[in-house]
C-alpha cells in the first residue's frame, strides 16, 4: 500500500464512514484483535498498518478505495488546471508580446501583468488558508456523494495546489513562448506610461524589480540609458533616432522578470501548498474522532460480560388444565415444611382435626412415621382424604414428590390428596401466579390421586370469576 | 497462573438465581419465569477481558431433595473433616440418577472449586425448609456468600439475615432487579472477598466494568448526537415528469412528503432506541417495545410529547436562539413564506400540519414545490424549521438513554417511558445549550457539522445526561 498520507486519510475517513453503522461491541473486539497481534509481533499499530490489515483480511480484488478514488479525481483536476495554464500561459504571452511594428511593445503593461499575476497568486493562497472556497460549485459537479467534513477540510488546499499547478505551468508555458518569440521576431520594447513620470524614477523601480537577479546577469538589468532611450508616447511619430536594436535589449529584463516574478512565486507556493497540505493531512488524521475512537478500541481491552448464551425461547410449559378443587371434609391435615406456622386458617383449626408435620425440619424418617400414622387412620374409611398444607410462595420441589408418591403406594386405594397452599397471611387466597406451579404439580402425579384447592377464606374465588389465564 | 475463579449460584428452586446472574453477566436472554425448574442444566457465564477468564458465574437448578441428600452425606460420614469428600462421593455416585438430576447440577461446579452464592427471597418469610440445603452447602467446605434477593413486595430480609448468618461467611441483600450499577460493583468485590487469591480478578473485573459504562454513556452520547442531526437536517424530496404532475395535485404531492418525512423520522429515532439498547447489551427490549402503545399519545409528533419535552422560550433565548425565541420564530416565518411562495402553496395546509405537528406553537418544516424545469418539478419537505423539534428528540433520547441505562438485565418488565413533568434541560450550562442550539441551526440550514463541532454536540449531550441524572435523582 502507497504510503501517500492524502490517500491513507482519505482511506482512514472512508473506513470510517463505513464503520458508523457496525455496533461498537463489533468494532472493539475487532480493533483491540489487531492490536493484540501486532502487539505479539512487535508492531506498533497505526492507520496505515490498520488499514492494510483490513485490506488484506477482505482479501484481494477489492473495490477501489477511496482514497485512490479521490486522487485520481484531483490528478485529473490538477491536470486540468496544467493545460489550461498551458494553453492560457501561450496566449496571454503571444497577446503581451503583440507586435505590428507600429508600437512598441510596453514594459509597463508587463510589469502591471505580472503583478497582477503576483497578487492572484497570494490570493490563492490567503484564501486556501481561510478556508474560502468560491469553486465549490465545481467540485460538487464532479463529487456526486457528500463530501465528509474531512474531505471539506482538504478541499480548499487540494484546490490552491491545483491552482498553483495551474499557475506554474501558465508561467513556464508563458517563458517558453516568450523564449520562441525572442529568437523567431525581432520585439521592440518600450516603456510608456501616462503619468509625469522621469525616466529616473522608472529606472529606479526597474532596478528595484531586477535586485533579485542583477549579481546573476547583470545585462537583464537595464541601464539608465536604455529606460532613458526606449520611452516612447503613442502620439509621437516614428522613432527617435536611436538604434533600433536597443529595442530589443529589454529582452532579458523581460525573461528574468517572468521567471523571477511569476514562474517562482507560483512554483514557491505549489511548493507551499503542498507541505500545508501533508502538514493539515496528519493533522486531520491525528485529530480524526476516527482516530480517536480507534486508539481507545486497540488501547482498551474487550470485555465480554458472558452475554452470548441465550435461552429464553426455553421456558417451561406452564399451561395447565387442572382447575382448584373443593376442600374435602377430612379431619386429617399433613402440615408441610413449616406450612401453617405459626396458624393455621380459622376455618381449619377444628378441635377434632388430627395435624401431622413432615417435610422441612422434620427428617426422612419421621416423614415416614407420618405416612404410616395417616394410612391406619385412613384405613377403613369410605372416602379417604387428607389434606396436605403447603406454603404457596415455596414451590413443589421432589421432596413433597416422593413423600406424595410414597404415600400412594402406602396408603389406602381411593385416597385423595387435596394440596392447599397458603399465603403468608393464612386467611388470605395465595396469589394466582403461586398457585399455577401447584396445579401443575398434581398433573405430575398419579391421575386422580391429588388435586388443588384454595384456602377457605372470604374472597371469591378467582378462579370461579374467571380471571385465571391457563 | 491461577485458575479464574467461578463462583456457583444455588439456591431452592423458583429464588431469582438465573436473576442474579443475568444482572451481573449483563444477558437478557437467560431464560426467566416465575416458575419452579425454568434452569433445568448448569451453565457457565464467564466474563472474559481479551479473552482472559477473570470469573465465571453458574447458573444452576434449585435443590429438590436436600433432606434425602443429608440423609445420604451423614450416612456415609464419620467425622466434619471428610464431609467435602463425602459430597464428592455423593455426586460421583448419582452422576445420572433422574432423582438427583438437580443437585448434581448444582453440586458438581462446587466440588470442582467454585465458591458459593446461596440465594434466597427475602420478600417470603423465613423457612425451615432451607436448613437441609444450606447444611450441605456448608458440608462443601468451599467459601460461601449469601444473597438475599427480593422478588416481591414484603420484606423478611431481617429474619433471613440472621438465619444465613449461622451458614454463611457474608450475608448480602441485592436486588437483582432494581439495585443500580453501583451495586453490582460492590457485590462483585464481596465476592472477590470470599478467598485471597480471588480478589485481584474481582478487582480487575469491576474496573473494566466500571470503565465500560462510562464509555457507554460517552457512546450513548455519540449515537443521540448523529440522530440528532439527521433529524433535524432530513429532508424529503420527491421529483416528478410531467405525467406524475398531471396526475398529482400539490395537496396530496404535500401531504404524501410529509408523510414520508414523519415516517423517516420516526423510524431514525427508532433506530437510535434500538442501538442504545444494544449498547447496553439489552437485546430483547425491542420485542417488548413493539407491544407499547407509544405510537398514541407518546409519539414522536404528538401534542402531549411536545408539551412534555420541549423548551421554554426563555431556554431558547439563553441557548443563543438569535434575538430570543420569538425573533427567531419570525424569520423562520418569513423563510418558509417565501420557499412556499416560490410552488403552489397549498390552501389550508399550514392550519391542517399545524395542528398536527406541535399544534399552533411549532411551525412547519418547509415545504417547497419548485416550479417545472426540463420537464421535471421538484418538491421537497423539511429539514424542520423549528429548534424545538430537536429538543423534543434529545428529551426523549436522554429520558430513554437514562431507562435503558438504569435498567438490570433481569428486568422482564415493559419498558414504560413516562414522560417528564418539568424540563430538566433548564439544569444545563449555558455552553452546552449553546452547542446544542448551534447545532441544531448549522442542521436545519443543512450545513454539516465539523468533526469539532460534532465533538462539542456529544459533550453538550453529555452534560445534558448528567443533569437528567441529576434531575432524576433529586426528583426521587
Known amino acids: 500500500m502507497s504510503q501517500n498520507p492524502l490517500r491513507l486519510l482519505l482511506d482512514f475517513d472512508d473506513r470510517i464512514q463505513r464503520d458508523r453503522d457496525q455496533p461498537s461491541a463489533f468494532l472493539h473486539r475487532r480493533d483491540r484483535r489487531f492490536a493484540l497481534d501486532c502487539e505479539q509481533q512487535g508492531i506498533t499499530p497505526d492507520a496505515s498498518h490498520w488499514l492494510a490489515h483490513m485490506d488484506r483480511l477482505s482479501g484481494p480484488g477489492g473495490t477501489v478505495t477511496a482514497g485512490s478514488r479521490e486522487l485520481r479525481l484531483w490528478c485529473r483536476v490538477n491536470g486540468g488546471f496544467v493545460a489550461a495554464g498551458c494553453l492560457i500561459g501561450i496566449l496571454t504571452m503571444l497577446g503581451l508580446l503583440f507586435y505590428d511594428g507600429g508600437q512598441r511593445i510596453n514594459i509597463t503593461v508587463i510589469l502591471a501583468f505580472v503583478l497582477f499575476q503576483l497578487l492572484l497568486a497570494l490570493a490563492t493562497t490567503v484564501q486556501a488558508l481561510v478556508g474560502w472556497q468560491p469553486w465549490r460549485w465545481l467540485l460538487k459537479r464532479l463529487h456526486r456523494d457528500h463530501a465528509s467534513p474531512t474531505r471539506a477540510r482538504l478541499q480548499p488546499l487540494l484546490m490552491a495546489r491545483a491552482a498553483h499547478a495551474g499557475g506554474v505551468a501558465f508561467g513556464l508555458a508563458g517563458l517558453a513562448t516568450l523564449l520562441v518569440m525572442v529568437v523567431v521576431q525581432d520585439l521592440a520594447f518600450g516603456w510608456s506610461t501616462t503619468l509625469d513620470t522621469a525616466a529616473s524614477g522608472y529606472h529606479s523601480l526597474v532596478i528595484t524589480l531586477a535586485t533579485p537577479w542583477s549579481w546573476l546577469w547583470p545585462v537583464a538589468v537595464p541601464s539608465l540609458e536604455l529606460v532613458e532611450a526606449t520611452r516612447f508616447f503613442r502620439a509621437a511619430s516614428g522613432t527617435t533616432g536611436i538604434d533600433p536594436s536597443r529595442w530589443g535589449q529589454w529582452w532579458p529584463f523581460v525573461v528574468m522578470l517572468w521567471l523571477t516574478w511569476t514562474v517562482i512565486p507560483r512554483v514557491l507556493l505549489l511548493i507551499l501548498s503542498q507541505g500545508l497540505l501533508r502538514h493539515r493531512t496528519a493533522h486531520l488524521l491525528a485529530r480524526h474522532p476516527g482516530m480517536q475512537a480507534l486508539l481507545y478500541r486497540m488501547e482498551t481491552a474487550t470485555l465480554d460480560t458472558g452475554s452470548s448464551h441465550n435461552d429464553a425461547a426455553d421456558l417451561p410449559d406452564t399451561r395447565t388444565r387442572a382447575r382448584p378443587d373443593l376442600l374435602p371434609d377430612t379431619p386429617i391435615l399433613i402440615c408441610w415444611a413449616g406450612a401453617g406456622e405459626p396458624e393455621l386458617p ?83 387466597a395465595p396469589e394466582t401466579h403461586l398457585v399455577q406451579p401447584w396445579l401443575r404439580f398434581t398433573e405430575r402425579l398419579a391421575p386422580g390421586f391429588a388435586s388443588v384447592a384454595l384456602p377457605p377464606t372470604d374472597e371469591p374465588d378467582p378462579y370461579l370469576a374467571g380471571s385465571v389465564q391457563p | 497462573m491461577t485458575t479464574a475463579p467461578v463462583f456457583a449460584v444455588v439456591g431452592h428452586p423458583n429464588k431469582g438465581k438465573s436473576s442474579i446472574v443475568a444482572t451481573l453477566s449483563q444477558n437478557d436472554a437467560i431464560a426467566i419465569a416465575l416458575e419452579p425448574g425454568t434452569t433445568r442444566a448448569r451453565q457457565d457465564y464467564p466474563l472474559t477481558v481479551d479473552g482472559q477468564k477473570l470469573y465465571t458465574l453458574v447458573d444452576t437448578p434449585g435443590f429438590q431433595r436436600p433432606r434425602r441428600v443429608l440423609q445420604w452425606l451423614e450416612a456415609h460420614s464419620i467425622s466434619a473433616s471428610d464431609h467435602p469428600e463425602t459430597v464428592r462421593a455423593f455426586v460421583f455416585q448419582h452422576r445420572g440418577d433422574d432423582r438427583f438430576v438437580d443437585e448434581c447440577e448444582l453440586l458438581a461446579p462446587i466440588m470442582e472449586g467454585a465458591g458459593i452464592i446461596y440465594v434466597v427471597d427475602g420478600s417470603v418469610p423465613y423457612s425451615a425448609e432451607h436448613e437441609a440445603e444450606m447444611t450441605i452447602l456448608r458440608w462443601t467446605g468451599r467459601p460461601s456468600l449469601a444473597l438475599i434477593n427480593s422478588i416481591g413486595e414484603d420484606d423478611h430480609s431481617d429474619t433471613w439475615q440472621s438465619a444465613l448468618g449461622q451458614f454463611f461467611q457474608v450475608v448480602r441483600k441485592f436486588d437483582a432487579v432494581r439495585a443500580p450499577f453501583e451495586q453490582h460493583l460492590s457485590l462483585l468485590r464481596a465476592f472477590g472477598q470470599l478467598e485471597p487469591d480471588w480478589e485481584k480478578p474481582l478487582e480487575r473485573a469491576t474496573r473494566y466494568l466500571s470503565e465500560q459504562r462510562h464509555q457507554r454513556r460517552h457512546q450513548s452520547a455519540s449515537l443521540i448526537a448523529r440522530a440528532l442531526e439527521d433529524l433535524m437536517s432530513y429532508q424529503e424530496k420527491r421529483t416528478l415528469t410531467l405525467n406524475q404532475v398531471a396526475e398529482t395535485s400539490d395537496a396530496s404531492l404535500a401531504e404524501t412528503l410529509r408523510d414520508r418525512w414523519y415516517r423517516h423520522q420516526r423510524k431514525r429515532e427508532q433506530t437510535l432506541r434500538i442501538d442504545i439498547e444494544h449498547l447496553y447489551q439489552h437485546q430483547r427490549i425491542r420485542r417488548q417495545e413493539a407491544e407499547l402503545q407509544w405510537h398514541s399519545q407518546h409519539d414522536l409528533f404528538s401534542e402531549d410529547t411536545r408539551k412534555h419535552w420541549a423548551v421554554s422560550k426563555r431556554y431558547l433565548a439563553t441557548a443563543g436562539f438569535g434575538a430570543g425565541a420569538v425573533g427567531g420564530a419570525g424569520i423562520d416565518a418569513m423563510t418558509l413564506g417565501s420557499s412556499l411562495g416560490t410552488g403552489a402553496l397549498v390552501g389550508g395546509l399550514i392550519g391542517a400540519a399545524g395542528s398536527y405537528f406541535y399544534g399552533d406553537r411549532l411551525l412547519l418544516p418547509a415545504l417547497n414545490i419548485g416550479p417545472l424545469k426540463d420537464g421535471l418539478k421538484t418538491a421537497s419537505f423539511g429539514p424542520v424549521q423549528d429548534s424545538q423539534f430537536g429538543y423534543v428528540v434529545l428529551g426523549r433520547a436522554v429520558d430513554h438513554w437514562w431507562h435503558i441505562s438504569h435498567r438490570n438485565h433481569a428486568g422482564r418488565d415493559l419498558l414504560e417511558l413516562e414522560p417528564a413533568d418539568h424540563h430538566w434541560l433548564e439544569q444545563l450550562d449555558k455552553t452546552s445549550r449553546r452547542e446544542i442550539q448551534r447545532a441544531f441551526d448549522r442542521c436545519r440550514k443543512q450545513r454539516p457539522l465539523t468533526h469539532q463541532q460534532r465533538e462539542n454536540l456529544t459533550t453538550a449531550i453529555e452534560q445534558a445526561m448528567s443533569a437528567y441524572d441529576d434531575w432524576r435523582l433529586n426528583r426521587a
Open chain 1, 346 to 428: 380459622q376455618r381449619l383449626q377444628a378441635p377434632d382435626n388430627r395435624n401431622f408435620r413432615a417435610g422441612g425440619r422434620a427428617t426422612l424418617a419421621q416423614d415416614d412415621e407420618v405416612l404410616a400414622q395417616v394410612g391406619n387412620q385412613l384405613t377403613g374409611q369410605k372416602k379417604p382424604a387428607v389434606i396436605v398444607v403447603t406454603r404457596s410462595w415455596e414451590p413443589p420441589t421432589g421432596e413433597l414428590h416422593d413423600f406424595l408418591e410414597t404415600a400412594r403406594e402406602r396408603w389406602p386405594s381411593g385416597t385423595r390428596v387435596t394440596l392447599l397452599p397458603l399465603a403468608s397471611d393464612p386467611n388470605r
